[in-house]
């Protein structure tokens, strides 16, 4: 191997571009490896989980407690069932309090039967008894560390306070002083679908005390942390789908809901990941179209990498082909030759893995972020994991060297010893790389831009009300008027509005269920004054007269009620009505993509809990004076997202996955924009010394340096243009895909990948023409002496 180091200390530019390249594309490869085993086997290894379903229908997993043991009544296929509910709040033992914030479920309430269906693992404890009564719980080896740290916590008793999120009914279960004891120590949740940042798991029994509030049969609740949610394990061999009718009719009849309508479904626990009613709060949510597009990105940056690879060791053939002629001389056979080159490619990628590898671990936690999912290289080695690197570093390290070894290989020692070895390419290999890297270049430049065009598309689509530059601002109890004369003095304020109940885009929501003939119908309520209902820009479709207690019906809520236009009356059951002031077109109240929602908005001027509706100047700096002037009224740091609301923030927020994508796709398309920059650098220089003599004859014989610079980017760049007529068709029918999925959307125009193969070009001539302007302005005598 000392020839092989000997060559790439003296080609450094040989050697910095092929190592960057893999040890990026290795480090993607690694961090992704781990991130899609664990996203495809969440849960596989319950012992049961083939017979472990999730209850639901078509748009979400949201099952009441109850129903689950209805179900199991009913159905001699179903062995058990059990319901789950996250939660956060705080746990308290002695002094010490752990307190994880809103933003994390650390409190799991189950049935008792959640350790006979799942295998999650105990230290200590027995299973059996662990949630056998309802002051029993379970706590993680983390939580207790946290709280016992080296003491046994096995009979200490520990207080659980439930974070309150949703109010229902005037009935109040809500008790802040529960206290359980810990009957076991299970492992930290880890490789499943429920929270893995679980601290305590506690019987279900106790769930209206620490949630506030029960969820009878025509109630329905959704929460930071999700919704309670309903698993059967079905006995062997068992399925429900001849059962789907029976229980559908028995839910229409005594739950809330349309369950003939939208039909029951019972996902296996494998596939609860993916699941399309998996919205991702009190579960993990893989997503597959985000899983594909981190495949394909990483492919092609690993594609960029054995690619430049191939193309400068083949580029460099002629610095290696008289050291390879003499070995044949010496001796060695075509396939020593083929072998040792196959080795020198494998050992560089070997290396490149191990710098990945390390960088990888340095990276992890970012790579999650990005990613959206867990990953745990250091806890996920293992023989496997170990054999699946060493077999891909050698599958790598064969298709990176097999193309130089076969060019390199070729040539005969007798060129040698005659002194006539001459070494000149038409770079056929080289352009065809060129044309395959800049067509995934210009796909993935095209996929961004579309996907941020769209994004932006979506948030500033309109909702049949206003948002820009809307704010929310709710005030601490007793404090209304306090907040509203700080408000009025800020001067970047333009107007400011009073409501309750129903915020829209996103915050807090009212609701009001009238059953009308057969069903059930529930109207978002929102009441609020003339400035707020102003500001909103609501558009009245009919106007009937408001009077003080008449209400404004959207569309929607009109076809739901099944009313004509000539109903002037909202009936809300028995004698309880109020009159309709007019009807108001459709309302979208989260963003475009989630339909129309039925409301009922009242214009007053009294409110028991009012919120604020405020209009700013557009100032940069307005969320953070507002805040910052709560937190002079005593708001905690952990409530202001609750307190402080934009309108236009709340609606982006609703597409963080397509922001997610965006992002993984920019980031990819840069770090491929680079590599393929290097790659463009590094066979210019080759191009270059193996164009100096026909440069120097040609500015001998009254070529300007103008002229030779045209035909030296026109020779390099004419690649490009090929890969532009097959990366436009491919980049229209890829995005045209993703564009489908969405029933507001842009039109693909023209000019976007003109954009796109104009940005793609300039890159490419930019990366090339130093070397080109260089050898250019370099003396032709200099140019005709290289050999």
């Known amino acids: 191997m000392k020839s092989y180091f000997r060559f790439l200390s003296r080609n450094k530019l040989y050697t910095l571009i092929n190592v960057v390249g893999l040890v990026v594309s290795l480090m993607f490869i690694i961090l992704l490896g781990d991130y899609t085993w664990r996203q495809f086997t969440i849960d596989s290894w319950h012992k049961q989980a083939e017979r472990i379903v999730l209850v639901g229908n078509q748009d979400y997993f949201f099952m009441w407690p109850q129903a689950g043991g209805d179900i199991k009544a009913m159905c001699p296929e179903v062995e058990q069932s059990c319901a789950v509910m996250s939660q956060s709040g705080k ?145 062997p061999g068992a399925n429900l789908d001849s059962k789907k009718a029976i229980i559908a009719d028995y839910m229409s009849k005594n739950y809330y809901g349309k369950w003939d309508e939208n039909p029951l479904t019972f996902t296996p626990l494998k596939d609860v990941m993916f699941a399309p009613q998996n919205n991702g709060t009190g579960m993990l949510k893989g997503d597959k179209t985000r899983l594909h597009i981190l495949l394909a990105a990483v492919l092609a940056i690993l594609f960029f990498a054995i690619s430049n690879y191939i193309n400068l060791t083949v580029a460099n053939t002629g610095f290696r082909a008289k050291e ?34 390390a960088l990888a671990f340095a990276l992890q936690d970012e790579a999650i972020d990005l990613f959206k999912g867990k990953i745990d290289l250091a806890g996920d080695i293992s023989l496997g994991t170990v054999s699946v690197s060493i077999a891909f570093i050698l599958l790598v390290g064969i298709i990176s060297g097999i193309m130089p070894s076969w060019q390199i290989s070729r040539f005969q020692p007798i060129d040698i010893v005659k002194g006539s070895f001459r070494f000149r390419s038409k770079m056929v290999l080289g352009k065809i790389f060129i044309i395959l890297q800049n067509v995934v270049t210009v796909v993935m430049l095209t996929s961004a831009l579309v996907i941020w065009l769209q994004l932006n598309h979506l948030i500033h689509a309109p909702l049949g009300y206003n948002t820009e530059n809307m704010f929310v601002v709710s005030a601490p109890e007793g404090k209304d008027q306090t907040v509203r004369n700080l408000l009025e003095k800020m001067p970047f304020v333009e107007k400011i509005g009073t409501f309750s109940h129903t915020s829209l885009a996103g915050g807090s929501s009212s609701m009001r269920s009238i059953r009308r003939d057969e069903k059930l119908v529930t109207i978002y309520l929102i009441e609020l004054d003339k400035n707020a209902y102003d500001l909103y820009g609501f558009k009245k479709k009919k106007d009937y007269g408001l009077t003080s207690d008449g209400y404004y019906l959207t569309e929607e809520t009109m076809r739901q009620m099944e009313y004509a236009d000539s109903t002037k009356e909202i009936s809300w059951g028995g004698e309880n009505k109020n009159p309709i002031a007019g009807v108001l077109y459709d309302v979208h109240r989260v963003n475009v993509l989630k339909g129309v929602d039925p409301f009922a908005i009242r214009i007053t001027d009294t409110f028991n809990y009012p919120s604020f509706l405020v209009k700013t100047n557009g100032d940069k700096q307005a969320k953070a004076a507002f ?28 597409f963080e996955d397509q922001q997610n994508t965006l992002k993984i796709i920019s980031l990819f398309t840069i770090v491929a924009i680079v590599i393929s920059v290097m790659g463009f650098i590094g066979m210019s ?44 068709p491919l980049s229209w029918y890829v995005m045209t895909d993703w564009l489908s999925n969405f029933s507001y959307r842009i039109s693909l125009s023209p000019w976007i990948f003109a954009v796109t193969c104009a940005f793609a070009l300039l890159v490419a001539v930019l990366s090339v023409s130093i070397q080109i302007i260089k050898a250019v302005r370099t003396n032709p005598v200099e140019s005709i002496k290289t050999e």
């Not at 805040?627 to 997202?641: C, H, R, S």
């Not at 002229?707 to 532009?724: G, Q």
């Open 91 to 235: 746990i308290k033992y002695g002094e010490r309090v752990i307190e994880d914030g809103d933003d994390k479920s650390s409190i799991l309430l189950v049935d008792s039967s959640f350790f006979n269906i799942f295998d999650y693992e105990l230290t200590q404890g027995n299973k059996r008894y662990a949630l056998d009564k309802p002051d029993k719980c379970v706590i993680t080896e983390r939580l207790a560390k946290r709280l016992f740290g080296d003491k046994n916590p096995i009979g200490e008793s520990v207080q659980i306070t439930g974070e309150r999120h949703v109010r229902i009914g005037h009935d109040d279960p809500y008790d802040s002083t529960l206290v359980y004891t810990v009957s076991a120590v299970a492992k930290n949740f880890d490789h499943t679908v429920l929270p893995n940042e679980t601290q305590i798991i506690v019987n279900m029994q106790r769930y209206p005390q620490v949630m506030g509030y029960k969820l009878e049969n025509y109630t329905m609740a959704y929460g930071p942390h999700g919704c309670s949610k309903v698993f059967l394990m079905l006995r």
């Open 324 to 357: 390879m002629a003499t070995r044949k001389l010496f001796g060695s056979s075509q396939k020593d030759i083929s072998l040792k080159l196959i080795a020198e490619s494998t050992l560089m990628v070997a290396v490149s893995f191990a710098i990945g590898l």
């Open 627 to 654: 805040i910052d002037m709560l937190k002079e009224q005593g708001v905690p740091e952990a409530d202001m997202e609750w307190y402080v609301q934009s309108l236009e923030e709340n609606i982006a927020n609703t």
């Open 685 to 728: 220089l080759f191009f270059i010394r193996q164009r100096q003599k026909e440069i120097g004859i040609r500015k001998i014989m009254g070529s300007t340096s103008h002229e030779v610079m045209t035909l030296m980017l026109r020779t390099f760049c004419a690649p490009l243009l090929v890969s532009f007529v097959i990366a436009i």
